[in-house]
């Protein structure tokens, strides 16, 4: 006999997708690979099963469709993302497609039908490890996606443009994916908070308010490569020691302003030799804040102290705008639908921002947006030590059911 109406499903299903990776050794799923193809259709599957059509866009988005009561009802979004970051949790995005799953298998059973439909999308590419930039999914049925993403490449030099064909998509269609303007009257995300807010007011679930606006950028210092025996340290040129002057001035710079965050993830010393003096160095910035103006800000200091201490190390800098997102609030009536569903669970809530990025904020420009924060174990994510509680789950996919089935369309 299962513990739970929802949990004991979803967390096999959770496990069943944590298991499709590009590695042996760790959770990495990536866009446009093999693991994105088996991840879509597992799910795709299980939303056939739960009396769902299915259609995989030229996106790379796996969406699934319950009909309304009516033909030409308004459609209710619902979902999350489907791939990770490198040595990720499996809960990350993956809470977010399992969630709905569960609720319109139950709606299903008992053989509703709404006064809406409801379209869950297993996004592609929120993270943006592959190729820097994220949030392609999402994107393109937001119909803000850029085809000058298709020339990025990934660490092998392929572009996302021939990554498209070799997975057996044709990038020309991904236009098409948008969808027009008012037919889409929601969309509303559930996801684990991935910070300790929740789990240190005692609570399980909670409404976001806003998701930070985050900036990606690519740095790379060049100075000159030289024997690590002979060239006095005052006569060097010495690439990594300006990246690292750099990360210490990111830190000391977004060290004290509330939602403003900097962080360095990705460093590369080249050409990588014990006996070698590092002639470039090539890092990644990723800058946010809950308005993109603190954010802009902090990052136009921190160009300027990179270009002063390059010119002081008689180095050069480049730098390649990745990604950018704009801060965005969540629909304040949605917002008060998400808490009355979490208090009908019987429990008490909160309202918190999301320093996260999410395909909600993606999708704001289209339709109104609404999210729900579940609790994680000690606030970890983008790491395999990311855990739930089962009992969590379960509430917020009652929470999640009840914002669903009491859903209204609003202006
Ligand atoms: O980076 C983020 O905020 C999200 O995990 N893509
Ligand atoms: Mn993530
Ligand atoms: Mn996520």
Redesign the pocket.
């Known amino acids: 006999m299962p513990a739970f109406r929802f949990a004991d499903r979803m967390l096999e299903q959770l496990d069943a997708l944590g298991r499709i990776s590009e590695s042996p050794d760790f959770l990495c799923r990536t866009f446009l690979t093999p693991e994105h193809r088996t991840a879509h259709e597992t799910v795709a599957g299980w939303m056939r099963e739960a009396g769902m059509t299915v259609e995989h866009d030229a996106a790379g988005n796996v969406v699934g469709r319950y009909a309304g009561a009516s033909s030409g009802a308004p459609v209710l979004m619902t979902g999350s993302?489907l791939d990770t970051?490198r040595n990720a949790g499996k809960y990350?995005?993956m809470l977010g497609v399992i969630a709905p799953l569960a609720c319109v298998a139950d709606l299903n059973r008992r053989g509703v039908r709404l006064p809406h439909a409801i379209e869950l999308v297993g996004f592609a590419n929120?993270?943006?490890t592959r190729f820097g930039d994220?949030?392609a999914g999402s994107r393109a049925i937001a119909g803000t996606f850029d085809a000058a993403t298709l020339a990025k490449t990934d660490r092998q030099g392929v572009s996302m443009g021939d990554a498209y064909k070799a997975f057996g998509l044709d990038p020309a269609k991904i236009g098409g994916c948008a969808r027009k303007p008012g037919s889409i009257a929601a969309f509303m995300e559930l996801h684990i908070e991935?910070g300790p807010v929740l789990e240190n007011n005692g609570l399980a679930l909670g409404v976001v308010t806003a998701i930070?606006g985050?900036r990606r950028i690519r740095v790379e210092i060049t100075g000159l490569a030289g024997h690590a025996g002979t060239v006095p340290m005052g006569q060097r040129q010495d690439a990594l020691v300006a990246a690292a002057e750099t990360v210490s001035f990111i830190e000391r710079r977004c060290t004290g302003t509330e939602t403003l965050v900097g962080t360095v993830g990705m460093m590369e010393a080249l050409p990588g030799a014990m006996n070698v003096i590092p002639g470039r160095a090539v890092f990644s910035v990723?800058i946010?804040a809950g308005d993109d103006a603190t954010r802009d800000a902090a990052w136009a200091d921190i160009e300027t102290e990179i270009r002063a201490i390059c010119s002081r190390r008689r180095l050069t800098v480049a730098f390649t705008d990745l990604y950018r997102s704009t801060a965005t609030p969540c629909h304040p009536a949605l917002m008060d639908a998400a808490e009355a569903a979490i208090t009908a669970q019987g429990v008490t809530t909160m309202r918190l921002p999301s320093?996260?990025?999410?395909d909600a904020a993606t999708l704001a420009p289209l339709c109104p947006i609404a999210m729900i924060f579940m609790r994680c174990t000690r606030g970890i994510?983008?790491n395999p030590l990311e855990a739930v509680i089962p009992e969590d789950v379960e509430l917020a996919t009652g929470a999640l059911l009840h914002f669903i089935e009491n859903f209204r369309p609003v202006n």
């Open positions: 993302h970051v990350d995005g929120e993270e943006g994220a949030m991935q930070s985050a990723d946010r320093g996260a990025g999410h994510s983008h």
